[in-house]
């Protein structure tokens, strides 16, 4: 599991759930009573989504006890409050107005930005890409990195073959020739991103090598560089 659902989870058993149940045993937490408290929930100013992950996270626990044999699992089944609110139509940014936003951003952001966009890849996947992974009108999702942690992607359908448009992949292709600006006090120097060692030839011992596309330059503290 991610360090960040992890986190998420974490966060819905100590501000939700524990406040709760943390009085009970499992096996004195029934259908009704788990009904009741979801049913509440619909009352209050959470979202949809945001009961519908509660009850997600509490299956989960019960999951597991029914896993060891130790009970049946109560909200397994159990439906949602209606929604009070009317779905809203969601925003959008054009095709034009998101071109317009890109050449804001800095690379190698801007790039980490046009992909993530035409491609639907999340974060840590893109991190995770290396020069292997780029292909003529595709990108392989082999694995990602998240927080520190190198891994799988976060399911079986994310690690796939994503068909990527020329743009994509010629955007991917620029960053080689890019350059970044660097101030040491009030010097400037200019480093390509496709440099295969930190300022100062000194080799990055968290980066993962020479092959990856996007790596994480820790002497700075941001995400840079396509590595020749």
Not at 71 to 97: D, H, Q, Y
Not at 212 to 217: D, I, L, T
Request: charged share 25%; net charge positive; hydrophobic share 35%.
């Amino acid at each position: 599991m991610a360090k960040t659902t992890q986190g998420r989870y974490e966060g819905i058993i100590d501000n939700y759930l524990k406040p709760q149940f943390q009085e009970l045993s499992l096996r004195d937490i029934g259908v009704l009573t788990v009904d009741r408290y979801i049913t509440s929930l619909g009352k209050s100013d959470l979202s949809h989504e945001s009961i519908d992950k509660i009850r997600d996270v509490l299956s989960g626990i019960f999951s597991a006890a029914v896993r060891y044999e130790l009970l049946v699992n109560p909200p397994e089944g159990l439906k949602l409050p209606r929604a009070r609110k009317a779905k809203r139509s969601k925003p959008f940014v054009t095709p034009s107005k998101f071109s317009a936003l890109a050449e804001l951003i800095a690379e190698p952001y801007a790039t980490m930005v046009y992909v993530a966009v035409y491609t639907g890849l999340r974060v840590s996947e893109l991190i995770g890409l290396r020069w292997r992974n780029v292909g003529t009108d595709s990108i392989a999702v082999e694995e990602r990195y998240c927080r520190g942690d190198w891994g799988l992607p976060k399911s079986k359908a994310s690690n796939a073959t994503v068909p990527a448009n020329s743009s994509v992949i010629d955007r991917i292709h620029r960053l080689k020739t890019v350059e970044i600006e660097v101030k040491a006090g009030c010097a400037v120097r200019r480093f390509p991103l496709s440099l295969r060692s930190r300022p100062g030839g000194r080799r990055c011992k968290g980066c993962s090598g020479a092959d990856a596309a996007f790596q994480c330059q820790h002497d700075f503290g941001y995400l840079s560089a396509v590595r020749a």
